[in-house]
């Protein structure tokens, strides 16, 4: 057999030079995880580049260290890719990490996540194999353990919300850049990320990819993500994305969609006086949306699991309306804590 032969889906060639690209800001607590589970993939990457956008929490000294020991993970210290700097500085560090890599393959990871050790093979097989020049791999909740040293139940109630998977093997179409990956060349007639936004800026790439190219969906390339959510982050991180989502004018019909559920759960509850059939439905229908994406999978996360799913699904149409619509009309600009900790 040819030792160069690549078969798409079935990966058995040594990897070609793939990239990886990762943006850090004040991630101390997780950078050294992410890096370890990064440089440990089989085939490895050509090389890992992390740019930091002027850590001050120790994140960059431990790049430095890290990288002493491992020539392959090549470390920026870039302080424009930061709010002070740039509206939408993920996007900045994204760009600046592709600008500078030696690849003609890119994937892109988070900080906040771990990688099994064939996620890179996975994810790129199609890009490799000439199948694709643009694949997703999706997120999954990292399920080592629940309570302080795992995921929380809001975790697991919030999770199809955010195209989260609880299991490693379900399908998944998320967009989200923590498991993403393309050709140098598609991301250059792209124009790059968007500089402009600093939410929500995966989705504005994806809806310019997908009209370039068709994405392979790779079931078995997720990111292993733990938020550590509590309702009120959940939702405040939900209300985020949708305001994002309004300031960039994208996203329509799930605006429209949300505001409808809004609209019927008004309506059964203003009938009760007559009827108790509106709200009987609106039960059904919203217990249907809590749980038809995932529910083989949520009796292992236990009892509590399945009211706090119920609740945060009943909240999402009201948070993604509201904060939609408010963000169409505004121009108050987002910021997140990790820039907050470099004020000053």
């Known amino acids: 057999m040819d030792s160069g032969r690549t078969e798409f889906g079935s990966y058995t060639a040594s990897m070609q030079p793939v990239s990886i690209v990762v943006t850090v800001l004040n ?6 995880r992410v890096v370890l589970s990064l440089l440990g993939q089989e085939p490895p990457a050509a090389e890992m580049i992390v740019v930091d956008g002027g850590s001050t929490d120790g994140t960059w000294e431990q790049l430095e260290a890290l990288a002493a020991k491992d020539a392959r993970l090549k470390p920026i210290r870039d302080e424009t890719c930061s709010l002070k700097f740039s509206a939408g500085p993920v996007s900045r560090g994204r760009n600046v990490a592709i600008r500078a890599a030696r690849s003609g393959i890119i994937a892109c990871a988070d900080a906040g996540c771990t990688y099994a050790a064939d996620w890179l093979r996975n994810l790129t097989a199609p890009i490799v194999a000439g199948a694709a020049e643009y694949a997703l791999g999706g997120s999954c909740l990292d399920t080592s353990g629940l309570g302080a040293s795992g995921c929380t139940v809001w975790d697991v109630a919030s999770a199809p919300f955010f195209s989260i998977r609880l299991s490693p093997t379900e399908p998944t179409k998320s967009c989200t850049a923590r498991s993403m990956a393309f050709t140098k060349a598609l991301w250059k007639r792209i124009g790059g990320f968007p500089e402009d936004v600093l939410v929500g800026e995966d989705t504005l790439f994806d809806l310019a990819a997908r009209r370039q190219t068709k994405p392979a969906f790779i079931n078995n390339a997720k990111a292993h993500y733990r938020p550590g959510n509590s309702f009120r982050t959940a939702s405040h991180q939900l209300a985020r994305y949708a305001f994002s989502d309004g300031q960039a004018g994208v996203r329509w019909s799930r605006m429209f969609r949300n505001a409808a559920r809004c609209v019927l759960d008004v309506l059964a509850l203003v009938s009760l006086p007559w009827t ?19 529910w083989r999978h949520l009796g292992r996360f236990g009892v509590k699991a399945v009211p706090a799913r119920f609740v945060f699904s009943v909240a999402v149409p009201w948070v993604v309306a509201v904060n939609h619509v408010w963000g169409r009309f505004s121009k108050k600009p987002l910021t997140n804590w990790q820039n907050a900790a470099n004020k000053g």
């Open 276 to 294: 108790r059939v509106p709200l009987l439905v609106i039960l059904a229908l919203e217990s249907w949306y809590a749980f038809h994406r995932d």
């Open 27 to 32: 991630e101390a607590e997780e950078i050294g």
